[in-house]
């Protein structure tokens, strides 16, 4: 009988081999070659999946994007609604060896993507971030802060993200943890002072 071949899991594999190689090496060392020996492939059946870079680049893209879906629905969610933000957050950050891989990958993108389908699923993955800085925002601040504090949270969270990648000595997963909770706690503190200023 014929072996019978899962392609969708196949180009998945090569998608998570491609994220590693970019975390390993950088975007540059993203070819058709150096892609078939890290799965252990012939180039030829890798450029049955993937012609080149760009679309490889795409798909290690939507491998990220998937694993971060899965990774949410996997969640047990607190009722109350600061500590399921900042779950949501915690899940996103690099925290752990796959979601700093996936880090690179989103930074790489962010950076080099020149096919229409990588700058479409990186739009996706940007999107479900800015949703989740609207609704830190709006449970967080005053409704006349949610918007700057949306674009501050951001701000503030890709820094966090930039800082995993290029100083890991210093932004640990720990200190990372430590600084989201404390930019929290701080937005928080803001909020209640402002109501407390506003009912004076």
């Known amino acids: 009988m014929p072996k019978i071949v899962d392609h969708a899991a ?3 594999e090569i998608g ?3 994220a590693r190689l970019i975390e390993a090496e950088g975007v ?5 070659r150096a892609a078939a020996a ?10 049955h999946y993937f012609p080149n870079g760009d679309q490889m680049l795409a798909h ?6 998937e694993r971060q879906k899965q990774r949410l629905a996997a969640v047990t969610w607190p009722e109350e609604q600061r500590a399921a933000l900042r779950e949501a957050w915690l899940q996103t950050l690099p925290l752990d060896a796959d979601r700093l891989t996936e880090t690179h990958v989103w930074l790489a993108a962010s950076l080099t993507a020149r096919s229409d389908e990588a700058r479409r699923i990186l739009a996706d993955i940007n999107t479900g971030l800015d949703r989740l800085c609207d609704a830190t925002a709006q449970a967080l601040t005053s409704p006349d802060q949610q918007a700057a504090a ?10 966090l993200a930039l800082g995993a990648i290029a100083q890991p000595e210093h932004f640990t997963p720990e200190r990372i943890t430590e600084s989201l909770d404390f930019y929290l706690a701080s ?11 506003e009912s004076y």
């Open 10 to 12: 196949r180009r998945d």
């Open 16 to 18: 998570w081999a491609v």
């Open 28 to 32: 540059h060392a993203v070819t058709v």
């Open 38 to 47: 890290a799965v252990g492939f012939p180039p030829s059946t890798l450029r």
């Open 60 to 65: 290690a893209l939507v491998v990220v994007r």
């Open 150 to 159: 949306a674009t501050a949270l951001r701000a503030f969270t890709d820094g």
């Open 187 to 197: 937005t928080q503190s803001r909020y209640l002072l402002h109501d407390l200023v």
